[in-house]
Structure formats: C-alpha cells, structure tokens
C-alpha cells in the first residue's frame, strides 16, 4: 500500500507498540531512510541530515545507509569534501517488476464510470494475453443494451477495438507472428481477413490515436478503443466504448474518440505515464 506523504511531514515510526513487536526495527528503520529520501529535495541528503528526520543516531544511520548502498537501494555520491545519499537504481528495477494488470481495474474503475456517464456507451478495460484481448472491466449504461460477452473471455485482436489498441506498439513482424498463431477468422462482413490489411489498420490506429471495430466482430456494433500506458511508456492495457452504430457513437464518431483518448490519457497518467 502506498502512503501520500504531506512534503515535510514526519516519517510515522513504531507508532504502536503492538506494532513494533510484529516487525523488526532494523526493517523499519531502512524503509523510514528510504521514505525520507523519496521525498527529499535537490540532489540529496547527508548523514547528519537523514538521522536528524529519522530521529537516530548518526552512527545507525551510516550502518542502515550502508547496507541499502551494498544492495544499491541508496547511492552513495560525493558531494565536494561530504558525502549525500540518493535512491539507488534497485528501486527502478524493481518498479519495473510490478504487475500493472494485478490493480489496474480498481485505478481505472472512476475513469470507465465516468467514460459511461459521458457517453452514455458500455466502458471497457482490457489487458493482453498471449496475443488476444481479455476485457478485466466492464461498465453498462442505463437501458436495454448490455455486452454479452464475459469478463476474462478472449477476443479476437484483429476485429475489436480493444485488441487493436493493445497491439499499437507491437512491430509488424510480431503482428504477424500473433495472426498466424490466432488467426483471421471472419466474423462479419467487414472483418478484416488479411495481414496485409491489418497492419494498414493498426499503422492508421497509431496515427490516429485510437482504434475503431466498425462492425468487424458485431453487425451493427461499433467500438472505439485507446491504449493505457505505464511508467515506462509501454502499453499495458486498453479502454473502450461500444454501443450500436446507428446511435450517438456512429453519429458523433470524432467527439467520442475525442472523450475515449483523453481517458486513456488520464488514466495513462495516473499509471505513471508521461509523454515524451
């Protein structure tokens, strides 16, 4: 769990004492020198500076600063005749070890309820697997028309919109690699049955910004779906509208693809996401 620390605000320590019975005070005391540096400002802070915020001595502090050096949690920099201590590169490694998907549908959960309210269309979120799209989420609006397909079920990526999304990144090489091992199966009459096509699609979808399944999986069905970048610029997942092509969305096609992007927007941002 993650605490949004107030800038200044001490480093809560052994706030119980039935609290420091079940852990081990050096543990802690590494993960307090860890916080203070994580919100430390300019290019970081001396001994002296990390025991006085950590409320122990220097001599410990060196100790505790010199174990997270060995394991290159915290580096070491001279700084003209002291030393300063920053986060080291082990944190960034291991940030990029974290499972995005394992809590994405709880971060995205306000952003496809809102995406519902403004559009009035059924909101999804999906993730890749093994080449198809595996929807984790899903929002209905009000009304009649409901998604029949299930949470955790496959789809197809050359005909949704979810699945187009989540291959922008991927090289045309891998796209091939991916249609070969799923298939181009046709589902309607707009289904697009040939490699060829699909990569002219998904070089259209990156340009654009979004995706668009005009009636390829669905008659009568259309859906519009945006990538959802990480901290890493990378893709790890997708979102996006579905409703019946002769209402708001097939109407007013640029104006939702407006609403989806800028959602995926957010949501990439709230993952960590910066633009480059």
Do not use: W
């Not at 090289?171 to 002219?200: E, F, H, M, W, Y």
């Amino acid at each position: 769990m993650s605490v949004n620390r107030v800038k200044g605000a001490p480093v809560p320590r052994n706030a119980t004492a039935e609290q420091d019975k079940n852990t081990l005070r050096s543990v802690g005391r590494a993960l307090d020198l860890l916080e203070i540096l994580g919100s430390a400002e300019g290019a970081g802070l001396n001994v002296g500076e990390i025991a006085k915020q950590a409320g122990i001595s220097k001599s410990t502090a060196f100790l505790v600063l010199q174990t997270l050096v060995a394991r290159q949690f915290v580096a070491d920099i001279r700084s003209g005749t002291s030393r300063v201590y920053r986060l080291g590169p082990a944190l960034a490694h291991l940030s990029r070890l974290i499972p995005v998907d394992l809590n994405i549908g709880q971060i995205a959960a306000p952003f496809l309820d809102e995406l519902m309210q403004q559009t009035n269309l059924t909101t999804r979120l999906a993730i890749l697997d093994d080449g198809y799209a595996v929807t984790i989420s899903q929002v209905d609006p009000p009304g009649p028309f409901r998604m029949t397909a299930s949470l955790g079920q496959r789809e197809l990526p050359h005909c949704s919109s979810l699945g187009k999304a989540l291959l922008i990144q991927t090289t045309d090489q891998d796209v091939k690699a991916i249609a070969k091992r799923v298939g181009l199966p046709r589902r309607t009459s707009k289904t697009i049955t040939n490699i060829k096509d699909l990569i002219a699609d998904l070089h259209q979808t990156r340009q654009r910004g979004y995706a668009i399944d005009d009636e390829e999986d669905n008659d009568g069905v259309i859906c519009l779906g945006a990538p959802v970048y990480d901290h890493q610029q990378k893709i790890v997942a997708a979102i996006s509208v579905t409703g019946m092509k002769q209402t708001q969305i097939g109407k007013k096609l640029d104006g939702v693809a407006k609403i989806v992007t800028l959602t995926a927007q957010r949501l990439s941002a709230q993952l960590g996401f910066a633009r480059q």
